[in-house]
């Protein structure tokens, strides 16, 4: 492992301006958002929807540093014949890949979940790095609800996420570090704070006893946020200024770059979110995005699987990721996203 290589990688996936695209859904993922278009879930039409994410050349190369791939993805050809990472390469961003194999029941804790995927990872990772990946990812699940998290779900989630971390670093893999604690009970925005507090604090110490450098990662946390149910939302200044107090205590500055989730949030809360944290500057750490749901439900919904709405789509993927990029310098304002739908 070379931590300067690293290094470089992380900070060029959080430079200003820019932001991580996830485009790593799961087959099962990637088949419900297929279906709320009305998309059957084929090889080809997952192909030619990621392709025409990844051919829109001003939003690819002027806000997004780096995108987070799914296996299929990685090894799949455009239309033409160009591999679909070449095509990443090409418009300036970063390809990346999803390592772990999505979440297991975790015995003795009943309604928790433990991410799968360490098993093989070592012969895994290098092939990912051959085909270019240059950073991984890894999501582990915390839910809020009745008597939950246990400790034994923050535990080993934080155990496996830093296991996973070690095994990309040892192969010269930024990991990305994904600890996403989830936005859909009727929780309230302190819950959603201690619970978040806890995680990290726990994360944060498996990478120091595993020996992870800091400086050579990036974290993926959810935002201090109200649950989807709870009737009591936050406001966005609440959110920033909570999600800021939260980040503070809990990661160490020589993490180069804090990319968030978007978790199930609006597509313009998730930029307001952001803007407004990073307006209210002074932070360690360079604060972006890595959205899935936000970047891509609009593009996704002005495709509808039809070739004749490729341009539309890419414009929509094109209007979220310049919105997004400016909030990662704090300079979005809420009327440009009129001025779009007008
Ligand atoms: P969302 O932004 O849709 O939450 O997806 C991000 C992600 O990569 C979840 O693992």
């Known amino acids: 492992m070379n931590l300067a290589d690293l290094n470089k990688v992380a900070r060029a996936m959080v430079a200003p301006g820019k932001g991580i695209l996830a485009a790593d859904e799961s087959s099962g993922t990637i088949k419900k958002r297929f279906d709320a278009i009305k998309v059957d879930s084929t090889e080809d039409n997952r192909r030619d929807y990621r392709e025409l994410l990844f051919r829109a050349k001003d939003a690819m190369a002027n806000h997004i540093s780096g995108v987070i791939l799914y296996d299929e993805t990685i090894w799949q050809k455009a239309k033409d014949g160009t591999p679909l990472v070449k095509l990443i390469e090409q418009s300036g961003a970063i390809p990346g890949i999803k390592v772990d194999e999505g979440t297991k029941p975790l015995p003795g804790c009943p309604g928790e979940l433990i991410t799968a995927g360490l098993d093989g990872l070592p012969t895994r990772l ?11 990812k890894w999501r582990a699940v915390i839910d809020i609800g009745q008597g939950i998290p246990s400790y034994a779900a923050i535990h080993t989630n934080a155990h496996a996420l830093a296991r996973y971390a070690a095994l990309c670093q040892a192969a010269s893999i930024v990991p990305i570090v994904e600890p996403e604690v989830l936005m859909d009970g009727d929780h309230d925005i302190e819950r959603c704070y201690e619970v978040t507090e806890f995680m990290l604090k726990e ?5 120091y006893v595993q020996r992870v450098a800091l400086e050579g990662m990036i974290l993926k946390p959810n935002m201090a946020i109200a649950g989807k149910k709870c009737p009591k939302q936050a406001g966005v200044q609440e959110v920033a200024e909570k999600t800021v107090k939260l980040l503070k205590a809990c990661v160490p500055a020589a993490v180069p770059g804090i990319a968030f989730l978007s978790g199930g949030q609006s597509d313009e809360d998730a930029t307001a979110h952001l803007d407004a944290m990073n ?9 972006t995005f890595s959205y899935g749901r936000a970047l891509q439900a609009a593009p996704q919904k002005a495709w509808a699987g039809k070739a004749e709405n490729v341009a539309a789509a890419q414009a929509a993927f094109a209007h979220r990721a310049r919105m997004n990029g400016l909030a990662s310098k704090g300079e979005w304002k809420a009327d440009l996203e009129a001025k779009k739908a007008a």
Request: charged share 20%; no cysteine.
């Open 126 to 136: 290098p092939k990912y790095y051959e085909q270019g990946a240059r950073f991984a």
């Open 203 to 207: 994360t944060f110490q498996e990478l």
């Open 279 to 287: 307006r209210i500057g002074g932070l360690p750490w360079h604060l």
